[in-house]
């Protein structure tokens, strides 16, 4: 078994664990996963749940002759959704945050910073968020489509370190196992290309949207942003004993050694500067020595028209020290530079944070 540590996970859990039947939602594999989830958040690591299960669980209260239109599935999902939550919340006794998106939401870089900076709130409060796509208004141009790529937009938008994907599969196998019973687990897997692809069949299990491929096409996008990810079979209590001890009872898909690279490279690189925030010298002690967030008391003067979720420019006397995603656009910022963190609500009626750049959005050049 490959062994694993970490700090902030996505856990992705799938309809074949909330809804085994098809329909309605039970508690029945989720037990032992809350367990996983509680005693982790007890030893100070930070947990983020994408859940399915909300088509499933409204499926019996809508009328359905045929195969189930658009709107009859969404109609399924809002009523599924709130029993998938109270399923959930059932099982904790700490706060669970519903947090439900499309893949427009993702795409839009304010709406983007925004998803980001709640997540990031509901775990400074310790909640637990629970994500799921927002099926009852997401048409299929708008929707990401299946949790498996949802989890993965997740743990990007979240930063998280690790994606767990519980499936009813126990990991990714040499070839299909339902087919082939010699079929073997591939413990590790350091990069997918072509053939891992190959690897990944039909689509598997007939209750969620995802197979194997979504769940690959989810590991892909993590690993090359730095995030580990696991498949393992989420039906079996004992696979959480394991990851409790930082062991991997299925396959483990290794995060690029690049990993801080690939998202500094994508800051760098990828990303124009829309604008110029020239800070003190006390804030540029603060961005490279203590690694801290940059704050409106430090900023002198800015530059250029940006957006919250643009990328700036960081200068120190007319040098660039660093890059990040704004947190205020241009206006904003250059109402408050200068002040306490405290005012900004005052001085703008509102806040989305005490940093106007966050460390976590930042690079230093
Ligand atoms: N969002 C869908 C639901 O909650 C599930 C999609 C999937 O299983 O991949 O029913």
Not at 263 to 279: D, P
Request: some cysteine; aromatic content about 6%; overall charge neutral.
């Amino acid at each position: 078994m490959s062994s694993f540590t970490w700090h902030r996970a996505v856990i992705k859990i799938g309809s074949a664990l909330i809804a085994p039947n098809g329909h309605a939602c039970t508690a029945q594999y989720l037990q032992h996963i809350a367990r996983f989830i509680t005693a982790s958040r007890e030893k100070g690591k930070e947990v983020i749940v994408v859940s399915s299960g909300s088509v499933a669980a409204g499926r019996d209260s809508i009328k359905v002759r045929h195969q189930p239109s658009i709107a009859e599935k969404q109609a399924m999902a809002s009523i599924g959704q709130t029993r998938m939550m109270a399923n959930w919340a059932g099982l904790f006794s700490f706060p669970c945050a519903q947090v439900l998106l499309t893949y427009d939401d993702l795409h839009n870089r304010t709406r983007y910073v925004n998803i980001s900076n709640t997540l990031r709130e509901l775990l400074t409060n310790h909640a637990l968020p629970i994500v799921n796509e927002n099926d009852t208004v997401a048409v299929n141009e708008l929707k990401v489509g299946d949790n498996d790529n949802l989890a993965a937009y997740t743990a990007l938008v979240a930063q998280a370190d690790t994606l767990i994907i519980c499936s009813d599969i126990n990991g990714l196998y040499d070839a299909d196992p339902r087919k082939q019973p010699d079929a073997k687990l591939i413990p590790e897997v350091e990069q997918i290309d072509e053939d891992t692809f190959k690897l990944a069949g039909g689509a598997g299990s007939s209750v969620g949207t995802g197979g194997m491929l979504t769940k690959l096409q989810a590991a892909h996008k993590c690993m090359q942003s730095g995030i580990q990810t696991l498949i393992v079979n989420g039906r079996d209590a004992q696979v959480f004993d394991y990851l409790s001890q930082g062991q991997v009872p299925g396959t483990l898909f290794k995060a690029e050694k690049s990993v801080g690279n690939a998202r500094a490279k994508w800051l760098k690189h990828t990303l124009k500067s829309r604008g110029v925030i020239e800070i003190d010298k006390g804030a540029m002690n603060a961005l490279l020595e203590r690694g801290a967030s940059l704050l409106p008391s430090g900023v002198l003067e800015v530059s250029g028209h940006f957006k919250a979720g643009d990328a700036v420019e960081i200068h120190f006397q007319n040098a660039a020290i660093a890059k990040g995603l704004a947190q205020y656009n241009d206006a904003e910022l250059s109402q408050i530079k200068g002040s306490n963190s405290r005012h900004i609500s005052n001085m703008l009626g509102y806040s989305v944070g005490e940093a106007i750049v966050h460390r976590d959005d930042m690079v230093l050049l």
